[in-house]
């Protein structure tokens, strides 16, 4: 059975840091792109990072690119989002998710997702 589970949101001022990590089981973790994903109230869920298979490749959308970076410890089984000068509009629930497949921003390829984690940056 896979499981993911993210964990490390919190409440944090615009400007601040938060670090999100995303433990895997059930699978085979190396063999999997892993992505985080975000959703706000009311939004569709939208790519926000990706890391590839051997985790020289990471990929971002556009409004996160130079404020948050991706990492994967495969020794660890676990998936890290480094989120810096966060700002109001971060604010969503983050998923994190694993496919095998390297389509890393469309969400309808991904085969596992965990549960969320909320991130509510306060103006």
């Known amino acids: 059975q896979v499981q993911l589970v993210e964990s490390g949101g919190a409440l944090v001022q615009a400007g601040g840091s938060l670090r999100l990590s995303c433990a895997a089981s059930?699978?085979?973790?190396?063999?999997?792109?892993m992505g985080w994903f975000r959703q706000a109230p009311g939004k569709e869920r939208e790519f926000v990072a990706a890391?590839?298979?051997?985790?020289?490749?990471?990929f971002y959308e556009g409004s996160v690119k130079g404020r948050f970076s991706i990492a994967r410890d495969d020794a660890k089984n676990t998936v890290y989002l480094q989120m810096n000068s966060l700002k109001p509009e971060d604010t969503a629930v983050y998923y994190c998710?694993?496919?095998?497949?390297?389509?890393?921003?469309?969400?309808?390829?991904?085969?596992?997702w965990g549960q969320g984690t909320q991130v509510t940056v306060s103006l």
């Open positions: 998710a694993a496919t095998k497949t390297n389509y890393y921003s469309d969400r309808t390829r991904y085969d596992y």
């Open positions: 890391v590839g298979w051997s985790g020289v490749s990471t």
């Open positions: 059930g699978l085979t973790f190396r063999n999997h792109f």
